[in-house]
Nanobody, 117 residues
Framework: QVQLVESGGGLVQPGGSLRLSCAAS????????AGWYRQAPGKQRGLVAR???????NYADSVKGRLTISRDNAKNTVYLQMNSLKPEDTAVYYC???????????WGQGTLVTVSS
């Protein structure tokens, strides 16, 4: 079973940048699509960005042009580069990998991003 560990969250001012990392255990990670989701207080968890095993990304409309997902299969790591951050980006960000809805799908523990002046 693949395990995921996120890092890189923190407090940033509006307009600032952060890079989140998600390190996976196990080389089988490179065979999976992976993604970032977020959950703000009082809201449901939703998709931020997802990247296929073949490096094809897709994004939620609210983050297009500001956030970039990428992966380094040699390091079993997926990244989320976040630029031009807004207060509404404040949330716990979760890494996800594996076939969605299957027994192989796994989640990280989450990392908090706070955008505030």
């Amino acid at each position: 079973q693949v395990q995921l560990v996120e890092s890189g969250g923190g407090l940033v001012q509006p307009g600032g940048s952060l890079r989140l990392s998600c390190a996976a255990s196990g080389s089988i990670f490179r065979l999976y699509a992976a993604g970032w989701y977020r959950q703000a207080p009082g809201k449901q968890r939703g998709l931020v960005a997802r990247i296929t095993a073949g490096d094809s990304p897709n994004y939620a409309d609210s983050v297009k042009g500001r956030l970039t997902i990428s992966r380094d299969n040699a390091k079993n790591t997926v990244y989320l580069q976040m630029n031009s951050l807004k207060p509404e980006d404040t949330a716990v960000y979760y890494c996800n990998a594996g076939p969605q809805g299957s027994a192989l799908e796994v989640w990280g523990q989450g990392t908090l991003v706070t955008v505030s002046s």
